[in-house]
């Protein structure tokens, strides 16, 4: 007879890797944008008990039951607890599944060579969607995206995306530091982006396993990410311009 704490453990297991997958978004038009994009794979569509009915709710309703997709009904305050964000959630909440989601310690026991691009807050929605999307379009094996200090997976950002985020693996890191130093003690080499050095981006030899991390928007890598950089590389730029949006930094590594 099979131990039964051995099966409770694997089925917790399997519970946290699916809702590790999940996320939530909020907000009438975001939720039913999403409800009728029949590509996004949804878990759960949550509602306040105390919505007065109105077409547009009753069109997300319709949608759930047709695409056999649970619904659930909340007082106010537990909705907040679901939307995080009682002021603007207008009564809705959705969750939405990243298939491709993982943590890094199983991205790093499946894959034996990568690329990864490490975002070090980014907070410009738009910048993260486009992101995923050359990342998801050319030679990135997966997407570190911290928990805190960043931009989120957002309706927008799906958007600008155009859908390629349910392609691309994504690992969520609760402590960014943290996941670097694992990354880096698996012998990944580690790369941020410097327009002080003279080394190009295309001159460099990349071993098997590369992480190149990306900065935010105006003030670049944090000095404790710098700190456990391997090297940095640069894109030189000319006529006096000084860098590229990160999207487009982005972009170019993904493709090189």
């Known amino acids: 007879m099979q131990d039964k704490n051995l099966v409770d453990s694997k089925e917790y297991l399997a519970k ?14 975001a939720v039913l944008e999403v409800l ?13 008990d105390s919505n007065k009915t109105v077409a547009q ?7 759930a039951e047709k695409r056999n997709i649970a619904i659930a009904y909340h007082n106010k305050k ?52 486009m992101i995923i999307r050359s990342s998801a ?24 995306s155009a859908g390629t985020l349910f392609k691309l693996p994504i690992i969520k890191s609760k402590n960014f530091h943290k996941t670097l130093e694992k990354f880096k003690s698996n012998n ?9 050095v003279t080394k190009s981006y295309k001159d460099e030899v990349y071993p098997n396993k590369t992480v190149f991390i990306l900065g935010n928007e105006s003030e670049g890598v944090s000095p404790e990410v710098e700190k456990l950089s391997d090297a940095s590389i640069s894109i030189p730029m000319r006529r006096g311009v000084e860098s590229l949006n990160v999207a487009v930094t982005a972009s170019l590594l993904a493709f090189l």
Do not use: C, W
């Open 137 to 160: 379009g050319g030679d990135i094996d997966a997407l570190i995206l911290p928990s805190k200090n960043s931009a989120q997976i957002t309706p927008l950002v799906i958007k600008a």
């Open 36 to 48: 009728e994009d029949e590509v996004i794979q949804i878990h759960k569509l949550h509602l306040a």
């Open 78 to 129: 537990a909705l907040s607890r679901i939307s995080k964000n009682a002021k603007q959630d207008q009564g809705v909440a959705l969750d939405i599944v990243l298939e491709y989601a993982l943590s890094e310690d199983e991205f790093l026991e499946q894959h034996k060579s990568f690329r990864v691009l490490a975002l070090d807050g980014i907070h410009n929605p738009q910048n993260l969607g």
């Open 16 to 29: 946290k890797s699916f809702f590790d997958k999940i996320i939530t978004i909020y907000g009438r038009n």
């Open 57 to 63: 709710l009753d069109r997300m309703v319709a949608i």
């Open 188 to 196: 990944s080499k580690l790369f941020t982006l410097s327009s002080h």
